[in-house]
């Protein structure tokens, strides 16, 4: 490694730190009508049109691109964004009701999420696609992703993956296997384990783990004869 890229290395922490404090003044200016916690970065264009209440958790990120972001917030409305978020570039954000975001929720580029009717909510830790277009009225449990292009006009559970326009829902919860499944393992297929030279074995506390079996115990005269 050349002593230029040594440098480079060593100065790119505080480069990244000095990006941040500059995308935190840019969302001060941006965002000074609105009200702000800590660390919320603008790196790119925004343009914002608040004439209602638009409230921004900490850490919250709106990245740059190609296309400037916009917010409008209709007098009377109320937009709430929680801790963590964040918004590709493009997204357009268009209230005259009530948008709460939740925290450490991820929107794509060129979402759309527009509440000209009634309000919209969006869970916890939610992922929205490239170009998803979240309607009016339309609440979005926590952990659900919406794809790319997709078009929701109705409720999406907790833990549900939205695709196509309009929207179908697909769970993506995993149900637990019952532990008495588990324990009936060996009764469903009793030669498996002892074929692979395993056999199960209680712990004391209710499971049962794959130990090696013994290998078998011959006589000494059984080895000749088998020898012969």
């Known amino acids: 490694m050349t002593p230029g890229s040594d440098l480079a290395v060593s100065q790119r922490p505080a480069a990244m730190r000095l990006l941040h404090l500059i995308g935190e003044a840019r969302a001060h200016w941006l965002l000074r009508s609105a009200t702000l916690e800590r660390g919320v970065c603008a790196t790119g264009r925004l343009d914002v049109v608040n004439r209602g209440a638009l409230r921004i958790g900490p850490r919250v990120t709106f990245r740059g691109g190609m296309i400037p972001s916009k917010i409008l917030v209709h007098p009377g409305a109320e937009v709430h964004i929680g801790a963590e978020s964040f918004f590709n570039y493009g997204a357009l954000i268009d209230v005259a009701a009530r948008l709460v975001i939740g925290k ?9 999420l527009k509440c000209t009717g009634s309000g919209v909510v969006v869970g916890d830790e939610v992922w929205i696609g490239h170009g998803a277009i979240i309607g009016s009225g339309v609440t979005i449990g926590a952990r659900s992703v919406v794809a790319a292009g997709c078009v929701v006009t109705e409720d999406v559970p907790a ?7 309009p929207a179908r829902l697909v769970c993506l919860h995993m149900p637990e296997v019952p ?39 011959h006589s000494r005269d059984g080895l000749r004869r088998g020898a012969h």
């Open 104 to 112: 450490r929720c991820v929107l794509a580029s060129m979402v759309e």
């Open 159 to 165: 833990d549900t993956l939205a695709v196509g326009a």
């Open 179 to 217: 532990q008495r499944v588990l324990a009936s393992r060996a009764s469903l297929a009793p030669g498996r384990d002892q074929a692979a030279g395993c056999h199960l074995k209680p712990d004391g506390k209710g499971n049962q783990h794959d130990t090696p079996a013994a290998a078998p115990m």
